[in-house]
């Protein structure tokens, strides 16, 4: 098992910027990719950045592409989600995940093996 604990979500105005920070502990965090997603309300959880063990592999999609920033700390089981220029639209809850690296960083949640229980980011207009 791994157990993820989020943290760093709050309530901020558009153009500000928020770091998240997700927690690792149990099994060897080296051994997996680290993805961020996120969910709106009525809305289903989307892929936000991912991560290889290494951090050599990164991802990201394209409404976060140039203004979010995913790395990590393999020292201290943390990944971190930099979060830069945030618009009304970035409100969310923003959930880590954990897969085995070899499986590469999927979209699909679904192929995520751990979940923290969120972090909860409200950008005001």
């Known amino acids: 098992q791994v157990q993820l604990v989020e943290s760093g979500g709050g309530l901020v105005q558009a153009g500000d910027s928020l770091r998240l920070s997700c927690v690792a502990s149990g099994r060897t965090f080296r051994a997996y990719a680290m993805g961020w997603f996120r969910q709106a309300p009525g809305k289903e959880r989307e892929f936000v950045a991912g991560?290889?063990?290494?951090?050599?592999?990164?991802y990201y999609a394209d409404s976060t592409k140039g203004r979010f920033t995913i790395s990590r700390d393999n020292a201290k089981n943390t990944v971190y989600l930099q979060m830069n220029s945030l618009k009304p639209e970035d409100t969310a809850i923003y959930y880590c995940?954990?897969?085995?690296?070899?499986?590469?960083?999927?979209?699909?949640?679904?192929?995520?093996?751990?979940w923290g229980q969120g972090t909860q980011v409200t950008v005001s207009s």
């Open positions: 991560i290889s063990w290494n951090g050599g592999n990164t």
């Open positions: 995940g954990a897969i085995p690296d070899e499986m590469g960083l999927p979209l699909a949640e679904r192929f995520y093996d751990f």
